[in-house]
């Protein structure tokens, strides 16, 4: 593989030699495993266009695939801004990197998925008593405005009453810059499902900002109504365009 000689010679090796290497699958993202390199597996790496890694417990090189057959084509490899730690875009062969035969080694999970979080929320609120009504709220909506109605009634019904298990609870009392944060990771990650091309990727991604979004918007008091009353101002501005553009309406004369 070609390499540039000069980020190589600027990598920085620890005191045993080695750099950890984070290992990826390149057409979806996935982080496979978390191995170690040093220079002579480094090499390797190059010039094999297969991963190659320095085992601690053993003491010896590790080619990755050499006994399961599940090699890595390596596809890319970048240097972090620190150059002490490598990213390893690989292709993964026969879809499974873990030595357990599971195509992540990171399956253990130590918290809760975020839609997990937030299906048993919106059960705890599908089974509240409405204020309108003594019959519970419907405990699944088949409307698009219904799911959005439901999840803003449940991030403010987390403001209002707060549920120390509740990842909502958790976002918002860790302030609008946490959330800010949080929204411009997810809308990120929607720009690269994009880039991806994947639709199922996209879509859950686009779902996350969403929620964030619109957990930003209740931490400062902003309804959603209030967004769609924008978009309706623009709308109703348009002066013969779409009208919903807002860098089109500030130019607008």
């Known amino acids: 593989m070609e390499f540039d000689a000069q980020v190589l010679a600027k990598l920085n090796f620890d005191e045993h030699g080695l750099i950890p290497a984070v290992v990826q699958e390149a057409s979806t993202g996935e982080v496979l495993m978390v191995a170690y390199m ?3 597996s480094l090499q390797k790496s190059l010039a094999t266009g297969q991963t190659w890694f320095w085992s601690r417990s053993r003491q010896e090189l590790w080619w990755k695939g050499a006994t399961s057959g599940h090699f890595q ?56 008593p409405s204020a309108a009504s003594s019959e519970p709220h419907p405990a699944t909506s088949h409307t ?25 609870c958790r976002l918002l009392n860790a302030g609008v810059d946490r959330i800010c944060r949080k929204v411009g990771e997810e809308a990120t990650e929607v720009v690269v499902a994009a880039k991806n091309g994947s639709r199922d990727e996209l879509t859950a991604e686009a779902a996350d900002l969403i929620y964030h979004l ?20 623009r709308r109703r501005a348009g002066h013969g365009g779409d009208g919903y553009g807002g860098e089109r309406l500030k130019n607008a004369p």
């Open 38 to 40: 040093n220079r002579e």
């Open 73 to 128: 084509e390596v596809q890319e490899i970048l240097a972090d801004c620190d150059y002490d730690t490598l990213l390893v875009r690989v292709d993964q062969v026969g879809g499974i990197a873990c030595h357990e035969g599971l195509p992540s080694c990171f399956h253990h999970p130590l918290t809760e998925p975020l839609p997990e979080i937030l299906r048993r929320a919106e059960a705890r609120l599908a089974a509240k």
């Open 144 to 168: 698009p405005s219904e799911v959005l109605d439901e999840l803003c009634r449940l991030i403010e019904d987390r403001k209002a009453v707060p549920d120390p298990n509740s990842y909502t």
């Open 214 to 233: 619109l957990v930003l918007l209740a931490a400062n008091d902003v309804a959603w109504e209030n967004v769609l009353e924008e978009l309706d101002r």
